[in-house]
């Protein structure tokens, strides 16, 4: 999926638990984002990173931290605030600002066990 | 919120017939893309059409824009089995920080 690698593919979480989806990218892009999906719903945008070392809320950000740390990776943390974390999580990378282009990854599931 | 709404929600067509989707959306946007998304995975990017532009082709598919009516279509010529995923429509809101917004896709069954 275009050199974004999302790890794990299926994460449980128990209640009261943090977890981190990973997600890498070796494309060189500036920058990253971090969509839920829902069933029969769209994406939706928790949080996005257009350089290192900054991140910007998206639409549904509570419950959710982020970290840009290095170019290449763009962790997504899942805390115990977030109280319907079962969805598909999808990360994507752009080149720059100026190619509006978005690579995916292929997905984690988390599912609350 | 979403930004765009596909129409319809659901599509089933036999294999050779064309494969027409809708997108409406609610603001003024700088382009609107076009994803697929075949069933647990990632999207992949289709096509891009920019406000200024009417209509563009990328191999079997067409897309047009009406900024007018707020809304794009994305039609699928000669469809086939492996074209069945769902499509997504993205837009990119003027002054809206390059934040891509999606709407809630489009479920296309390709029969043989």
């Known amino acids: 999926d275009g050199g974004i690698t999302q790890s794990p593919k299926y994460l449980f979480r128990k209640e009261g638990q943090n977890v981190t989806l990973s997600c890498e990218q070796n494309l060189n892009h500036d920058a990253m984002y971090w969509y839920r999906q829902d069933p029969g719903q769209g994406l939706r945008l928790i949080y996005y990173?257009?350089?290192?070392?900054?991140?910007q809320k998206g639409d549904i950000a509570e419950g959710y931290s982020v970290s840009r740390e290095k170019k290449e990776s763009f962790p997504l943390t899942v805390t115990s605030a977030q109280k319907n974390p079962t969805a598909f999580y999808l990360c994507?990378?752009?080149?720059?600002?100026?190619?509006?282009?978005?690579?995916f990854g292929s997905g984690t599931q988390l599912s609350v066990l | 919120s979403q930004q765009g709404e596909e129409d319809p929600q659901a599509l089933s067509i036999q294999e050779g017939e064309n494969a027409t989707m809708n997108c409406s959306y609610k603001?003024?946007?700088?382009?609107l893309q076009w994803y697929r998304q075949n069933s647990g995975r990632g999207l992949v990017h289709l096509i891009l059409i920019r406000s200024n532009e009417r209509e563009k082709h990328s191999g079997r598919l067409r897309v047009t824009l009406d900024t007018s009516k707020k809304s794009s279509s994305l039609l699928i010529t000669a469809s086939r089995a492996a074209d069945t995923a769902s499509y997504f429509c993205?837009?990119?809101?003027?002054?809206?920080?390059?934040?891509?917004?999606f709407g809630t896709g489009t479920q296309l069954k390709v029969e043989l």
């Open positions: 603001t003024s946007i700088n382009n």
């Open positions: 990173s257009q350089i290192v070392n900054d991140f």
């Open positions: 994507a990378s752009r080149l720059d600002r100026t190619n509006e282009k978005l690579f």
């Open positions: 993205a837009t990119v809101v003027t002054g809206g920080g390059n934040k891509l917004t």
